[in-house]
């Protein structure tokens, strides 16, 4: 086993303390995020800080990094000026060409134009989706809080659109994830794959775990 302090993680070369660090809180979604500009160039960018914030209403949460110097963040500045994005779940067959957006392209190329992403615009949501995802989502900003203790953004954004193959989504409203063969990331450049899921029933003391078909 290896330990690490506070001192010792901010005593270690300045990549190795961030790719250790967004390994350590494990695998999270590979989601592609469609934004566009306010003068019409569409999107791309491969984001695994995303999560739940709440059912009713329905938000999700993201954290934005801050913009190095004499860098641009197209993703962030889209959301604060058109206040609506998508989510859109990476596939294993395709985790390539999704991680390829995290290159810095000019403000004035679309990362879709680029590798081949094929835009889909559903209803008159105003930002583009994915066409290939399996699982989307669509988003209006509800709250935007600058983060003071590293300069990171946090972004929420309730959910006004859903789809999803109807065939993953059980009963209950839970959804078979691995139906879909979703990517998952660990840090900065690995991926992985998601199996079939052990379920179980909601937890009360003293009984003992309960298996769901």
Known sequence: MKTFTAASIDALPQRTRANLMNCASGLRSALLVGTRSSNGTTNLALFSN?????????????????????????????????????LNHVGQSWVSVAHQTSARYGGDTSEFEALGLHEEWIEDFAA????RSMIKLGLTLEQHTPLTV????????????????????????????A???PAVACGLDSYHGVNSAERFAYAKPNQPPERLD
């Open 179 to 181: 139906g879909v063969d």
């Open 50 to 86: 995303v999560f739940h914030v709440g059912a009713a209403p329905a938000l999700i949460g993201m954290i934005a990094r801050p913009k190095p110097e004499g860098t641009e963040r197209h993703t962030l500045d889209n959301i604060l000026s058109t206040g609506c994005w998508t």
């Open 150 to 177: 590293n300069d990171t953004h946090l972004l929420i954004g309730r959910v006004q659109l859903l789809r999803c193959p109807a065939e993953i989504m059980r009963d209950d409203g839970t959804l078979n994830m």
């Open 128 to 131: 583009p989706f994915v066409a």
